[in-house]
């Protein structure tokens, strides 16, 4: 826990420079400063709703005051994803509560089918992580049991992993599947080959992600949804968005923190591929949309809240200047109906799928840009992200999805990646210089930051 706090070398080039929000929409949005202990205090606001109304569930409904489980059984879906959040936010009285429930009540030992990914993402990433911060081996023996249950959904024909697994029985199924729910896997499963010495985790991950590498097209994409008994393409819709979006991370993240030279192979492919068929550069911004995975032909001008990951991807990979002007383009998004719809059409600038569920992805990019930059606009157009989510989410049990964006009318669901992930962000977004060392680690899709070179 030490070593991620005391080094200030993650902000070195962080000293103050002023740049300019994009004027496009963004007249009338309230970048009023935000301050670090503000977002601690709203994350509080969320746990003691959660704490109140749905403690030993999987996550809060906000606007019923009761509580959703994902399973027959619960899982703590929102305690798990939001312990690391704690302990960085240094909540110690609330990590030590929380962790007790974890260690206490949590069990794989379920006869029920759950999806991979999920799970994968919010509970392995969030065991790992807190283990990794903590050092409690109660922790980590709950991933390795964890793990164990899953690790049989990569027993297919190609190596891709089935969608479903039963935890009791390692009985997996769902054979339609996408790249994201294919290719999610190597930082998880290869911290825990690092932290137990068994590399089955790491190998069988690696092999998923190269079996998916190895179907892209001629041009170098890949589709929505693959057949992984057969390795067939059965939708060739390409996008970097929701469906395939963590496929493309994982490839860098792993390369980078696994010190992997085919996955650094596999990114340079396919970011090449990316920024010459979905990358739709004009007057209106830089935008990255849809295209057939084949002809590379353009199907759609839309881009989402599931995009907006992308300037943190490129920023991470090197290429700071697409990195920016994406999001510019993310901010104008997010200040077309003053919070964040799902989707729109950029060419329009036209909402066209409405809710905003408490994404996180604008704010991770706006961290990792503030970070490599340190130009004080990531700051503000956090501000306006941050303001704008209090004032229409904000509920007297915690926060709330909002069923439109164009309505602002709310939704009864807190799903536990605002806890994971969208705090997490702002608050890091916000830290003192040096509180946190960005290069030590690296996020998973769910934020939770896993250690290089340990
Ligand atoms: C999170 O669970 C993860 O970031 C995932 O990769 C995509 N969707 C949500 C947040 O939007």
Redesign the pocket.
């Known amino acids: 826990m030490l070593v991620l706090f005391a080094c200030a070398a993650a902000w070195a080039g962080c000293a103050s420079k002023t740049g300019t929000l994009p004027d496009e929409g963004g007249k009338n949005a309230d970048d009023t400063p935000v301050t670090r202990e503000q977002v601690r205090e709203e994350f509080r606001h969320a746990w003691n709703g959660y704490k109140q109304y749905a403690w030993g569930h999987d996550e809060l409904k906000p606007l019923s005051k009761g509580y959703k489980d994902w399973y027959q059984e619960p899982l703590l879906m929102t305690p798990v994803d939001a312990l690391d959040t704690m302990i960085i936010m240094g909540l110690t009285a609330e990590a030590r509560e929380d962790k007790e429930l974890i260690v206490s009540s949590l069990s794989f030992d379920q006869d029920m089918e759950v999806l991979h990914f999920?799970l994968c993402?919010?509970l392995l990433g969030g065991l790992l992580s807190a283990y990794e911060l903590d050092g409690d081996q109660r922790l980590l023996d709950l991933a390795v049991d964890l793990a164990d249950r899953m690790i049989p959904v990569f027993d297919s024909p190609t190596g891709m992993p089935y969608r479903m697994v039963n935890l009791k029985t390692g009985k997996a199924s769902g054979a339609v599947s996408g790249p994201?729910q294919v290719g999610?896997y190597i930082l998880e499963y290869g911290t825990l080959s690092r932290l137990t010495g068994n590399p089955v985790y790491y190998d069988r991950a690696k092999r998923a992600l190269t079996a998916l590498y190895e179907r892209r097209s001629q041009i170098g994409l890949v589709g929505s949804a693959i057949d992984v008994n057969r390795g067939w393409w059965l939708v060739g819709d390409s996008s970097v968005g929701?469906g395939i979006?963590?496929y493309y991370?994982y490839l860098l993240k792993g390369s980078l923190l696994f010190n992997d030279p085919d996955l650094m192979a596999m990114w340079e492919g396919s970011i090449s591929a990316i920024n010459a068929h979905l990358a739709d550069d004009s007057a209106a911004g830089l935008w990255y949309g849809h295209a057939g995975m084949n002809s590379g032909r353009r199907t759609a001008a839309t881009f989402g809240?599931?995009d907006a990951?992308f300037p943190a991807a490129l920023a991470l990979g090197g290429d700071l200047g697409r990195a920016a002007r994406l999001e510019d383009s993310c901010y104008r998004m997010w200040t077309l109906a003053g919070i964040e719809p799902e989707m729109m059409d950029y060419r329009k600038m036209k909402v066209v799928f409405g809710p905003y569920?408490?994404?996180?992805?604008i704010i991770?990019s706006a961290y990792y840009l503030y970070h490599y930059t340190g130009d004080d606009k990531y700051r503000r157009m956090g501000y306006v992200f941050f303001n704008s989510t209090v004032k229409y989410c904000r509920t007297e049990a915690g926060y709330a999805a909002l069923a439109d964006v164009r309505a602002k009318a709310k939704s009864d669901a807190m799903?536990?990646?605002f806890l994971?992930?969208?705090l997490k962000y702002y608050y890091l977004l916000f830290a003192e210089p040096g509180e946190f060392n960005f290069d030590n680690v690296i996020f998973n899709?769910?934020?939770h930051p896993l250690f290089k070179n340990r």
């Open positions: 999920e993402i919010r994201a999610t929701g979006d963590s991370e809240a599931l990951f569920p408490l994404r996180p992805e991770e799903p536990s990646y994971a992930e969208t899709t769910e934020a």
